[in-house]
């Protein structure tokens, strides 16, 4: 009898437990969603939730929550109340929307959850866009953020706030450190690198205001580039970035040789090498990005760095290449055209010395031809007169 009982308690607890689990929301939602704004950019949105007498006392619960047309982040918070950023600006719309609902996390409600309440927070002052071509540049003193304002004739004013959310408190600051250059305005923000992920800033005037994160316009300073000829190669050498990690920066270039299309590269050292060509100008662009394990961030393309010059390229060899094969064919024209007009002369025609023995032979030394010996030709003597002396005068020549 006492099995029986107990058989009978387990089966109930069974089916109850069973019958909360088919219920389509066994976790109530919460309820009296309300907010308040902390600063210029942290609203703080707090609600109310009652436990159910039926829920297992072994039942625990969390709240998720979430911003909608934001970044994708949800959080997980045993408290009543969160703090956000609003940063309506990123949104593009005039308020920022969060859902909220109740999760089980423990016990016999793991994984339960009740519907989504959405909560619909306006900005404190219409959205407007009050500024163009917002870029900040971040060195080791802090950031330069400089724009180009919409409307000219109305002042303009900057917030900031660094280090992320802090539930409850406030720690947005206001920029004083203003200037002016040509169309553009600026102001400089005491910000680290470290702290640049987790800044927000607000532009404001008369017209309405903007926030935003800074990282999405910020940038690092574009890196000086030094240039060095070794023989056939051009060394090409940058400094590191003196902000964020060492082992993030990725060099990017591009460059034209001899005002040919343009070469991009991508390298992870601070130092490259191209070839070089004597006669050619190189121009060269070059930017810093981080890699992809790594926060974003990235500069602008520097100025043009130029080395060399274009200049005609020595053509003695290409002369030397055409004129001489050329001469060679003339005279081998010419001289086989003077060979053939004077061949009887450098290789004359050899009587056949058979043909005149055999002649001989025939015909005695008398008859043969005498166009086919060599006949000596008679030298010319000159006739001797001698003349006998009579003896009687030599005798008288004597006495």
């Given at each position: 009898m006492t099995f029986t009982r107990e058989f009978f308690a387990i089966l109930s607890c069974t089916a109850m437990i069973m019958l909360l689990h088919c219920n389509a929301d066994p976790l109530p939602p919460p309820t009296d969603l309300s907010y308040k704004w902390l600063d210029p950019f942290t609203v703080?949105?707090?609600w109310l939730w009652q436990r159910p007498r039926n829920l297992p006392q072994d039942c625990e619960i969390m709240y998720e929550c979430a911003q909608q047309n934001a970044k994708p982040e949800i959080r997980r918070i045993e408290s009543r109340n969160v703090s956000w950023n609003c940063l309506t600006g990123e949104t593009g719309s005039q308020s920022c929307t969060f859902t909220i609902h109740t999760v089980g996390t423990k016990g016999s409600c793991l994984d339960w959850k009740s519907k989504f309440e959405?909560?619909?927070?306006?900005?404190?002052?219409?959205q407007a866009k009050v500024v163009e071509d917002f870029?900040?540049?971040?060195?080791p003193m802090g950031m330069n953020c400089s724009w180009i304002p919409v409307y000219p004739d109305f002042d303009l004013t900057l917030s900031y706030k660094s280090g992320g959310v802090t539930e409850g408190i406030t720690n947005s600051k206001d920029c004083h450190q203003y200037y002016s250059s040509g169309r553009r305005n600026g102001c400089y923000l005491e910000v680290s690198d470290q702290q640049l992920f987790k800044t927000c800033i607000l532009v404001n005037n008369d017209i309405g205001r903007s926030t935003f994160e800074a990282l999405n316009t910020s940038l690092v300073p574009s890196p000086k580039l030094n240039i060095t000829q070794d023989k056939h190669l051009l060394n090409l050498s940058w400094e590191t970035p003196k902000v964020g990690n060492l082992k993030c920066w990725t060099y990017v270039f591009n460059y034209t040789e001899c005002n040919k299309s343009m070469k991009s590269q991508k390298t992870t050292?601070?130092?490259?090498s191209i070839p070089y060509d004597e006669n050619c100008l190189y121009e060269i662009q070059s930017r810093v990005e981080t890699t992809k394990i790594c926060q974003t961030m990235r500069s602008d393309l520097s100025e043009v760095v130029t080395y060399g010059t274009n200049r005609p390229r020595d053509g003695?060899?290409?002369v030397v290449a055409i004129v001489i094969?050329?001469?060679l064919c003339v005279c081998v024209i010419l001289s086989c055209y003077c060979f053939r007009k004077h061949s009887n002369i450098l290789c004359p025609i050899i009587p056949d010395p058979s043909a005149i023995f055999k002649e001989m032979m025939m015909n005695g030394n008398k008859e043969h031809k005498t166009g086919s010996l060599y006949t000596p030709v008679p030298e010319p003597v000159e006739p001797c007169k001698i003349t006998l002396a009579a003896e009687t005068s030599v005798l008288q020549q004597n006495s």
């Open positions: 703080n949105v707090s959405n909560i619909t927070i306006k900005s404190p002052k219409p870029k900040c540049i971040l060195d050292t601070n130092t490259y003695t060899l290409t094969p050329i001469i």
